[in-house]
């Protein structure tokens, strides 16, 4: 019964990658709760629900153990970038910061907030800021970087502007650098080498304000999606607060692949910015909870997975230019077309 119900049109299938354990944890959590709710129709044996429970919780925290087996064993194969960056790129108050937090928590091992998040009239974050990820208290670094930019803003002209992030992308800005970013300042680099070039970029959205988002926001990413094409640097989309937007999905994170709206809002998004679904990753970062929870940390790490495995296809690029030392963009792939 729950299959049934549960199949989707097929555009959302990438999006079904834990289709196994997430029907078997909602089929369990759903005979758990009708059991509950009621008891008269049918009846289970208390013992028999913590079992179900126990069954439920130990293959997600095992999905859970996988994603972070790949992600601590990454390596980037390319001499030239030991560790490869990925920028995210979003409106103001999108969740970039909370993005890197709640990764950084994942490995900590509990909520953290490194990098300063909040509401505010301009973007909270100041600062081009790269991050690197520390697999625990005091332990080392891993491979990969990922950098916080300041929020893009609706109007021509205010905060960080398309040419600062392009700059970014290209290597030319050092950590810690404020905008605006120019060709005069002394620690603007002139010559960036490959490591410090963007291997991947992230356009992150909010899921409660796609209808929302202001024509002006829109050509800007396009803006930078044509640059970036051009480069043949992979681009993925990170949808944050899926919370905000579904009642369902905030009493539930499990019913994230099962949420028409969000569907609906995903597939909008792709076509307003000319995306495939598969580059899509939905999110719900660390916001007002004190504690990490296992379905949260999956979507989290889902993400950085999509991200390093898109990276690899960059390096890929790297290295092949590297071999046949040509400066044309051919072999490259972006994933926007
Ligand atoms: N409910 C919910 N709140 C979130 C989520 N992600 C971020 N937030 C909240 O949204 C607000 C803005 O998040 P930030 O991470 O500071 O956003 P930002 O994109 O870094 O913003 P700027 O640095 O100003 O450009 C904060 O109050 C976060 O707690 C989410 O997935 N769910
Ligand atoms: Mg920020």
């Not at 299959?3 to 029907?23: D, G, K, N």
């Not at 991200?307 to 490259?332: H, I, N, W």
């Amino acid at each position: 019964h729950m299959r049934s119900e549960s199949s989707h049109p097929a555009a959302l299938s990438p999006l079904l990658f834990l289709e196994p354990v997430i029907t078997c944890h909602i089929t369990l959590t759903c005979v758990l709760c009708e059991s509950l709710e009621r008891p008269k129709s049918i009846k289970f044996s208390s013992e028999l629900l913590t079992h179900l429970f126990a069954i439920s919780s130990f293959v997600t925290s095992r999905v859970k153990d996988e994603l972070l087996e790949e992600i601590r064993n990454y390596k980037s194969l390319t001499e030239t970038v030991e560790e490869p960056r990925i920028l995210l790129v979003g409106q103001i108050g999108a969740g970039k910061s909370s993005f890197f937090n709640s990764v950084n928590s994942i490995f900590r091992g509990h909520v953290i907030l490194q990098a300063t998040s909040g509401y505010g009239d301009t973007s909270v974050s100041k600062r081009y800021r790269t991050y690197p990820v520390q697999d625990g208290k005091g332990g080392k670094s891993l491979p990969y970087v990922l950098s916080d930019t300041m929020g893009l803003e609706n109007g021509d002209g205010e905060g960080i502007q398309v040419e600062d992030i392009i700059s970014v992308i290209k290597g030319h800005v050092p950590d810690l650098y404020e905008a605006p970013i120019t060709a005069h300042d002394d620690r603007y680099r002139e010559k960036p080498c490959q490591a410090d070039k963007v291997q991947c970029v992230v356009y992150v959205l909010q899921a409660d304000n796609i209808h929302i988002v202001k024509k002006s926001l829109l050509q800007k990413f396009a803006k930078i999606r044509s640059e970036v094409n051009s480069m043949g640097i992979p681009q993925l989309v990170l949808v944050t607060k899926i919370d905000e937007a579904c009642t369902k999905v905030r009493k539930d994170l499990t019913k994230v692949y099962r949420s028409r709206y969000l569907y609906e809002k995903v597939i909008q998004l792709g076509k307003t910015l000319g995306a495939p679904i598969s580059s899509i990753s939905l999110v719900k970062s660390y916001s007002s909870e004190t504690e990490l929870s296992l379905n949260v940390d999956i979507l989290i790490l889902k993400a950085l997975q999509q991200m390093l495995r898109a990276t690899d296809a960059c390096l890929d690029d790297v290295k092949l230019k590297c071999r046949t030392e040509t400066t044309s963009s051919e072999g490259f792939y972006p994933l926007f077309q």
